[in-house]
């Protein structure tokens, strides 16, 4: 029987959902200083960026019909891939942990205000069963819930629009972020789904155009919530979306952005960790391992204080950002492709420099924040060493 695949307009869907997310929002407000003018300008430039790479990633991933961190193996090796492949695992459920407690405590705001149920960990509950229901339902029989879900999530988002942006600034705007630092922060929740895109891309029908749309839908998605957060911060002074909702009249339209919003964004997270766990061990079967992900995210939410995610990004961008560079140099320049071999060192070297080199860049203010010049170092330095130096040989820096 031939295998379900997805449609591109299934794929579109599921990263709307990713885009419309909290902590898309929050992370907008953290660029209000910069004001709306340039704050745009940068949200814009940064996602066009953190996009790109976006879309070089996922592409990857549709041509070769394969997951995401079964796609490193084909630039490090398969022991080689296995850093990165558990470094994703710990990093979605780092995610995971973080999306159901600041859902669960913008929510509780709201639901305290409306009917006194204030403690976080009921709602940490509910979003994280509605998360183990999406994975069970499964990437590919879930389009008519997901169509539901960001149908009601587009009409509410709109419906928030309307609130923030209607008036005049409520506060002064002052440059206590350079522009380079918001453009940095812009590309950072892009950054974020790198190791992930493939996962969703593999399946499609037509992995190009699946490709090509989610990466739009992503970015236009994504520059509105961080407009959204921006322009909150600006036009009423509040960056607490869920006093927002409340001071807009949203009371229980506002628990559903909240929650359904967290749960689509969430999902991918479990579920992609399940699909990394996978490329460690043909042992650890995706769907268990994502709902295993899901409750460890749960337990993580409910008993550990982990809302805060700026330097989270940070480090995943550090992480991540060298990887695809190298797998962008191998694919589309190069045209190798090594996971017949343990370990490629020198690939790992050159990632490794790259890391150093994006934490080095983070205390240097460039117009354009730190991935764009890491990324483009990185890339030129791959083609270098296998252009040039001694590495044109058979073993090609693997063992």
Not at 194 to 210: F, G
Request: with cysteine; proline share 3%; glycine share 10%.
């Amino acid at each position: 029987m031939e295998e379900k695949k997805t449609s591109t307009l299934g794929n579109g869907l599921i990263w709307f959902g990713a885009a419309v997310s909290i902590a898309e929002i929050l992370t907008g407000t953290y660029i209000a200083p910069l004001g709306m003018q340039k704050g745009t300008a940068a949200i814009l430039l940064g996602h066009v960026i953190g996009c790109l790479l976006f879309f070089l990633a996922g592409l990857i991933g549709g041509r070769t019909g394969k997951s995401a961190m079964e796609t490193v193996k084909m630039s490090f090796g398969n022991r080689g891939a296995l850093l990165f492949a558990v470094l994703n695992v710990l990093q979605l459920v780092g995610w995971t942990a973080i999306m159901i407690i600041n859902g669960a405590l913008a929510t509780t705001v709201i639901t305290g205000k409306l009917w006194g149920i204030d403690q976080a960990w009921i709602w940490c509950l509910a979003i994280g069963a509605l998360i183990i229901l999406w994975i069970a339902v499964g990437i590919k029989n879930i389009s008519k819930l997901n169509y539901i879900a960001m149908g009601a999530l587009f009409i509410l988002t709109v419906i928030l629009s309307t609130v923030v942006f209607k008036g005049t600034p409520a506060v002064s705007t002052e440059e206590s972020l350079s522009f380079g630092a918001a453009v940095e922060l812009s590309a950072a929740m892009p950054l974020s789904w790198l190791p992930l895109i493939s996962d969703y891309t593999r399946d499609a029908k037509k992995p190009r155009q699946a490709t090509v749309v989610s990466t739009l839908i992503y970015f236009a998605g994504s520059c509105w919530m961080y407009a959204i957060g921006m322009g909150a911060a600006i036009f009423t002074g509040e960056t607490d979306i869920s006093k927002i909702l409340l001071q807009a009249g949203l009371g229980i339209a506002g628990v559903v952005i909240l929650v359904v919003s967290t749960v689509t964004t969430t999902y991918l997270d479990a579920f992609s960790a399940g699909v990394s766990a996978e490329s460690i061990s043909r042992r650890l079967k995706e769907k268990p391992m994502a709902i295993g992900v899901a409750v460890i995210g749960i337990l993580l939410a409910v008993f550990t204080p982990i809302q805060s995610f700026e330097g989270f990004l940070y480090l995943i961008g550090s992480v991540f950002a060298p990887m695809i560079a190298i797998q962008i140099a191998d694919f589309f320049i190069l045209k190798r492709k090594r996971d017949d071999c343990s370990a490629d060192w020198v690939n790992l070297i050159l990632w490794g420099t790259g890391f150093l080199g994006y934490r080095m860049f983070m205390k240097i203010d460039t117009p354009v924040g730190q991935t764009l010049p890491v990324m483009l170092i990185i890339i030129v330095l791959s083609v270098l060493v296998r252009k040039v130096g001694v590495f044109q040989k058979k073993t090609d820096g693997c063992v």
